[in-house]
């Protein structure tokens, strides 16, 4: 069972006795129902009752559920309301717009709108690079989806993927003070997608694709580089493949193993699977195989996808065939963006000595990490309470930043292992080990360390 965590936290208002095992019987009834009191609040006393918010972590909301009714069932206690926490962080949404000048009289109006706005706006028509100097452009990006590969929840839609958008633009204001707007369309269209972003790309310096499914996200992004003068950086694609780079460096560091002479064994050949693939053999990989539903990739596989021609070609130069499972024998690592629940400890016991496996599925991995750690000597996931999180967040606000200052045009494998490798050095070597191979997200120095990077690998590359 999932421990209890925030994601699910909810606060119960009680009124119960002000004496006696009240407050005692209530904990030990949150912990029996597999919850964890986290707070209790008084927000009110009288001589013989208290009022008392109580907050609770849950693991699902089922949990939940059965932690109110337990609080219930005690005598001399009375449930009030409840609240969702997660909710509740989501009213009116989690993102607003703030304007940068007070308008305090009639001289502030006329110079942030009419008539003054006018002489900015003859402006920037004389010269449009102006926009980058004398408006939000510089600083702005656009968070893109269609709501087709939301998370882990598939095809919801526009309006339910606008929550997760809105949780992005904060992140990057957060981590990296980008203002980042929530553009969530309302069609899976790929000529309708490019042609929306294509027109509104003058208001913004760059664009971040997300939730958007394969292989459709592929000729997006290919289309939009090819019709924009701004950078096109696609999260689930470029922000997972710098991660996984990183956290590979650090657990290469661990075992004492160099990633241009290991074995490196893929499940997934998706928008993840096929982007990490990318940056590991610009990054110097050499002996790649990767495996999807239909087992391994390899050239003569019948009915081969068009979008996995060119992953094919460029990896299993040993022409392995067969299952996933006879891949991973005598492999270092194996890195899955794929499905739960596809190996077992006895599949990673096949593995080379100093074994690292990256079992990135979300919300349940390709192997419990417990199971895959009685046999790997370096386990990461995907999820928050495991170690070695490989999280989206390490990357893109750095790197996004990073392009924003260096007023870059596009994306590049250099800048992306240039970001990878900041994200990997911010582990010192004093700090490192096999359940310490990223940085926190909440790491001082790591959004800059990445930003530094990437806009130094733009200005390189002209």
């Known amino acids: 069972m999932q421990a209890p965590s925030a994601s699910y936290s909810i606060t119960v208002r009680l009124e119960l006795p002000a004496g006696g095992s009240a407050i005692s019987n209530l904990t030990t009834a949150v912990e029996k129902a597999g919850g964890a009191v986290t707070a209790l609040d008084v927000t009110a006393s009288g001589a013989d009752r208290l009022r008392i918010d109580v907050t609770c972590a849950a693991s699902d909301t089922q949990q939940s559920d059965r932690i109110v009714e337990a609080l219930r069932e005690i005598d001399g206690i009375v449930v009030h309301k409840v609240s969702d926490r997660t909710f509740l962080m989501h009213l009116g949404g989690t993102i607003e717009m703030a304007g940068k000048h007070p308008i305090r009289n009639r001289d502030d109006l006329s110079m942030i709108y009419t008539p003054g706005v006018a002489r900015v706006s003859l402006a920037i028509a004389a010269n449009h690079d102006d926009a980058r100097r004398l408006t939000v452009k510089r600083n702005a990006v656009a968070v893109v989806t269609d709501g087709s590969a939301v998370l882990g929840l598939g095809n919801i839609g526009p309006e339910a993927a606008l929550p997760v958008m809105e949780g992005k633009a904060a992140l990057f204001k957060r981590f990296a003070g980008i203002d980042a707007w929530p553009i969530c369309l309302d069609t899976q269209d790929t000529d309708e997608i490019v042609s929306v972003v294509r027109a509104i790309s003058p208001g913004f310096a760059g664009i971040n694709l997300e939730d958007i499914s394969a292989p459709r996200c592929f000729e997006v992004e290919a289309r939009l580089k090819q019709l924009l003068d701004i950078p096109v950086f696609h999260d689930d694609q470029h922000g997972t493949a710098v991660v996984v780079l990183a956290a590979l460096r650090n657990a290469l560091r661990v075992v004492g193993k160099s990633l241009e002479t290991v074995r490196i064994v893929m499940s997934g050949a998706g928008a993840a699977g096929s982007a990490i693939l990318r940056v590991l053999l610009a990054a110097g990989a050499t002996d790649v195989v990767v495996a999807d539903i239909e ?47 596809l190996l077992t400890g006895a599949d990673v016991a096949t593995m080379a000595g100093g074994a690292i496996v990256f079992a990135l599925a979300n919300p349940d991995p390709e192997i419990d990490p417990a199971e895959a750690r009685e046999h790997a000597a370096v386990v990461a996931t995907g999820r928050s309470d495991a170690p070695n999180q490989i999280n989206n967040v390490l990357a893109f606000p750095g790197v996004f930043r990073g392009l924003l200052d260096a007023s870059a045009t596009r994306v590049d494998a250099p800048m992306l292992i240039a970001a990878a490798d900041a994200i990997a050095r911010t582990v010192t070597d004093r700090e490192l080990n096999a359940n310490y191979i990223i940085p926190s997200v909440f790491h001082p120095d790591v959004h800059t360390a990445v930003a530094e990077a990437v806009r130094a690998a733009a200005q390189r590359g002209g």
């Open 295 to 341: 087992g391994v990739v390899h050239r003569d596989r019948p009915g081969l996808h068009p979008s996995l021609v060119w992953l094919a070609e460029a990896t299993n130069k040993a022409h392995l065939t067969g299952s996933l499972r006879e891949a991973l024998r005598g492999a270092d690592v194996f890195v899955g963006v794929s499905a739960p629940d």
